[in-house]
């Protein structure tokens, strides 16, 4: 959790620009604005990563989220909602990512002492994930209304596998406080956004963690972003 609120602080200046820019966002389709902060972060769609057979993506794009660098360092990859994103907690009310997997192998969350194993993406306590942020009204660029954060970590969602391409929707729905990090609950006005803030010493020696994950079909409620 140490980590997580590290990753809020990280946010503070791109939360700021967001709500400086929230009424322009009205009635503009969902977007997922990238961003890298720190040495060895890098955020960005990747033609062929995605995952195969998806409506609309003849290129296959995936959303490659890099942290090449130890944990504890000052920096974090992701991307923030904007455009047609509920602004209030109480519309928001499904979130989720797919991540890759293979067809009839059980999930498994990553493990430092397995490395390589798993069949699926990265997927360790806190990262990837959706933070959402609360304020207590419209958010302001100083961020003096700001609440506290909702954390929704990949290993705590919900889990379903496509039968056909393998990958899983990690899937979080209401109320949020049923996954474990999401304390306390969204509440007033919202800025959402997804991050990967665990480097390559999860498990406490370098290299021992990847460091990186390929996200597709990222969704709020109805709306799914799985391309640029």
């Known amino acids: 959790m140490k980590r997580a609120l590290t ?7 791109l939360i700021a620009g967001l709500a400086s820019a929230a009424s322009a966002d009205q009635g503009q389709p969902l977007r997922l604005e990238l961003f890298q902060i720190g040495l060895g972060s890098l955020a960005g769609w990747i033609r062929g990563a995605g995952e195969p057979k998806q409506t609309g993506d003849q290129s296959q794009f995936g959303l490659y989220l890099q942290k090449n660098t130890k944990t504890a360092n000052f920096s974090s990859a992701g991307g923030d909602f ?9 519309d928001l009310h499904t979130l989720a ?6 067809v009839g192998f059980a999930f498994e969350n990553f493990d430092p002492a397995k490395i390589g194993t798993g069949a699926n993406g990265y997927c360790n306590n806190g990262s990837p994930r959706f933070n959402v942020f609360s304020f207590n009204g419209p958010p302001l660029p ?12 990949c290993p705590f969602g919900d889990k379903t596998q496509d039968t056909v ?7 979080f729905t209401e109320p949020f406080t049923q996954y474990a ?6 509440s007033g006005n919202i800025i959402v956004e997804v991050i990967l803030d665990e480097g390559i010493d999860v498990g406490g020696t370098v290299g021992n963690s990847p460091g990186n994950v ?5 969704r709020v409620n109805d709306k799914v972003i799985g391309n640029p």
């Open 7 to 13: 990753a809020a602080v990280l946010s503070v200046g």
């Open 181 to 186: 990090g999401c304390s306390p609950a969204p």
């Open 97 to 102: 990512f797919d991540i890759p997997g293979v």
């Open 82 to 90: 904007t455009g047609n994103v509920p602004k209030t907690a109480a």
């Open 214 to 218: 390929v996200l597709d079909n990222l």
């Open 142 to 153: 100083d961020f003096s209304n700001f609440v506290g954060t909702c954390f929704l970590g």
């Open 165 to 171: 391409t393998g990958w899983w929707q990690i899937k």
